[in-house]
Structures are given as structure tokens and as C-alpha cells.
């Protein structure tokens, strides 16, 4: 396995590797892996001839007073994981030679950008989209990696690679969670003992919801106000969004239908947790 931080340095590597027809499997990160990236990886690994992680905490996605200097970093930890799951390279640039002195160029995918999430994180979206669109261009990847953890995500970088012709395949990874229903999460290593068990509204009220669909109700408001109770139980719990939504358009739907995604966001003690369910019934 070997690590590389330079953009131009990886991009000859990657050229090298399409000129002999490998296939490269792509997992952009933020690092502090845990088994969530992991079965990414692992499926990276099994589809692949090539497997590359990128490990890069991304300034311009976290907004003024967001966790930035205090977002976990442990690269050597991290790369034993890459190297025990068989992953090829890791590219690992630092923020000078992703955003040099000048550097002038965003990428937006409107209205997307601007929902759920993004009603409260302003720009985080524009931060991810341009920097995925970046690493796409460094590491020219057949297929990339994402996880349904973080849905909106998946959406907009899905419309953005339609949108921009980017030449790469989108595979969504389901939710990992820990065997108590929590998702797992770089950012649960801030959580204290009674604050992790207070993150466990989430999945509940997201278990509840499926209940609900499962003995007939469709009726989204009437869910939402359900789920709303479960957590306003919790003294700990502030809800920021709970939505439904189709997965498309991220618009708010009024009646469930298969394929519609239920999304939330509570932040518990000074954390802002996010989970997701998409509902499945015939
Ligand atoms: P991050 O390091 O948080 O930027 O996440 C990198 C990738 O891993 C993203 O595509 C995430 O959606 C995915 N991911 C994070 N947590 C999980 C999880 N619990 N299950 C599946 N995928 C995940």
C-alpha cells in the first residue's frame, strides 16, 4: 500500500493504471474510519482491480464554528485499516495543494444544496460537492464509493456526476450501524456515555417510523409528528429536521410511498447526529 499526497503525483499513477485497463474503485474520507467505511471499502475491494481511499478533512465543507480543528484525525490507525483491507493506495493531500494561494473555483448543485441539511449548514454542500469534483479528476475513478448514511450527500453528488459528465459509476453503500441500532459515525467519538445513549432517538424514531409503514399508516405528516414525540421524550434531544422526502428531488412528500427517504437530524449535548431510512414495502 502506499500513500501519496500529491495531486499531480497521483493523477500520473492513475493515467498509468487506465493505460493498462485496471479498474479503480474510489472511498473519498474524511478518515477516523470505523466499519462504516469499511464495508465500502470492502466492496471497493471486491469489484476493483485498483482500490483507492482518499483520506482529506475538507475545510471548505464545515461552516464558521463547526468542528473542523477538533474533527478526529488518527492516519496512523487509519492506514493499518487501509493496508489489512487491501486497499492499494491511499491519496492524502493537505489543504495547500488541494486550495493553493487563488484558488477560485466551486462547485454547486442548486436546490439540493439548500435543503434538509443544508437549511442549517450553509455552503457545507458546495464544500463537498467541489471537493469530490476534484478528487474525481485526481483520481479518475471507474466507480465511486458513498455511504447511504449520509443521504443528502449521495443525492447531490449523484446529480452532480450526471450533470457534470463526470465518467465514473455511483455506487450507494447501505447504513452501518452498531449492533443497538446507533449509525456509526466518525463524530460518535464525541459523544459522553449519557449522550450516546441519547443518540439512540434517532434510530428508534426511525424504527418507529418503519413500524408505523409496516401496519399501513402512509400518512407522512402523521409520522413525523410520531417521531417528533419519541425524541422531544429525550431531555438531551433538539430536533433540527425530521423529513420525508422522495430520494430524487429531496422534496417533502405527503404520502409514503416505497423508495420515499426519512431523514433527520438531532443534535444531542453540542452534536449534530444525522440518520436515515428508506422505506421499502410492496
Ligand atoms: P466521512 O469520512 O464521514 O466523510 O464518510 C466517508 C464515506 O463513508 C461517506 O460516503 C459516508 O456516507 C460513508 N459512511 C460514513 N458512515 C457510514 C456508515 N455508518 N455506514 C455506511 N457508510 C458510512
Avoid at 29 to 40: D, E, P, Q, V, Y
Wanted: proline share 4%; with cysteine.
Amino acid at each position: 500500500m502506499k500513500l501519496i499526497s500529491d495531486p499531480k503525483k497521483f493523477t500520473a499513477m492513475a493515467a498509468k493504471a487506465k493505460q493498462l485497463k485496471k479498474s479503480i474503485g474510489f472511498v473519498p474520507t474524511m478518515g477516523a474510519l470505523h466499519a462504516g467505511h469499511f464495508s465500502l471499502v470492502k466492496r471497493a475491494r471486491r469489484e476493483n482491480d485498483i482500490v483507492i481511499v482518499s483520506i482529506f478533512v475538507n475545510p471548505t465543507q464545515f461552516g464558521p464554528g463547526e468542528d473542523l480543528k477538533k474533527y478526529p484525525r488518527c492516519l496512523k490507525k487509519d492506514a493499518d485499516s487501509c493496508r489489512k483491507l487491501g486497499v492499494d493506495f491511499i491519496f492524502l493531500p493537505d489543504k495547500d495543494n488541494m486550495y493553493p494561494k487563488g484558488y477560485s473555483t466551486f462547485v454547486n448543485v442548486e436546490v439540493l444544496s439548500g435543503l434538509l441539511c443544508g437549511l442549517r449548514r450553509p455552503g457545507h454542500f458546495r464544500g463537498v460537492a467541489t471537493v469530490v469534483a476534484k478528487l474525481l479528476n485526481i483520481v479518475q475513478p471507474d466507480t465511486l464509493y458513498l455511504g447511504q448514511k449520509d443521504a443528502q450527500q449521495a443525492v447531490i453528488i449523484s446529480r452532480m456526476v450526471k450533470d457534470l459528465n463526470f465518467p465514473v459509476k455511483v455506487k450507494v453503500m447501505p447504513i452501518v450501524r452498531q449492533k443497538d441500532g446507533l449509525a456509526l459515525s466518525s463524530r460518535n467519538a464525541y459523544l459522553n456515555e449519557k449522550e450516546r445513549s441519547s443518540a439512540l432517538v434517532l434510530s428508534k424514531a426511525l424504527r418507529l417510523a418503519e413500524a408505523m409503514v409496516s401496519c399501513g399508516q402512509r400518512n407522512a405528516g402523521r409520522i413525523i409528528s410520531r417521531m417528533r414525540q419519541l425524541i422531544e421524550n429525550n431531555k438531551q434531544a433538539k430536533i433540527d429536521y425530521i423529513a420525508i422526502v422522495d430520494q430524487e428531488e429531496l422534496r417533502e412528500v405527503k404520502k409514503i410511498k416505497p423508495g420515499s427517504l426519512i431523514a433527520l437530524a438531532v443534535t444531542i449535548g453540542k452534536n449534530r447526529l444525522i440518520d436515515n431510512t428508506v422505506i421499502d414495502y410492496n
